[in-house]
């Protein structure tokens, strides 16, 4: 059974950063792709960032050049690095065995249960 579990949320101010961690057990680390995906206050989810066993990696236009997606094999851990972050960027962050279905929950694949990261102006 695949579990994801997130962490490092938090409150920051604009143009601060923060470290997302996605803690996967049950994930083969060496055939794998993993999503971060966000839900904005009063709106869909998202997908922003993707990385794959195959060393690619992959951004939506509205985070790329401010975060950064990484992995650790060793920890089977996925990190999503956020940088000058802006009030827009609030919501709930969430991480998901695949990339870019931000209804792909629906079909049973694995979701974490979200981290609130809140960035005051």
């Known amino acids: 059974e695949v579990q994801l579990v997130e962490s490092g949320g938090g409150l920051v101010q604009a143009g601060g950063s923060l470290r997302l961690s996605c803690a996967a057990s049950?994930?083969?680390?060496?055939?794998?792709?993993i999503g971060w995906f966000r839900q904005a206050p009063g709106k869909g989810r998202e997908g922003i960032s993707c990385?794959?066993?195959?060393?690619?990696?992959d951004y939506a236009d509205s985070v790329k050049g401010r975060f950064t997606i990484s992995s650790d094999n060793a920890k089977n851990t996925v990190y999503l690095q956020m940088n000058s972050l802006k009030p827009e960027d609030t919501g709930v962050y969430y991480c998901?065995?695949?990339?870019?279905?931000?209804?792909?929950?629906?079909?049973?694949?694995?979701w974490g249960q979200g981290t609130q990261v809140t960035v005051s102006s």
């Open positions: 998901a065995e695949g990339c870019w279905n931000p209804l792909s929950y629906l079909l049973g694949i694995a």
């Open positions: 049950g994930v083969d680390f060496d055939d794998y792709a």
């Open positions: 990385i794959k066993s195959d060393g690619s990696i």
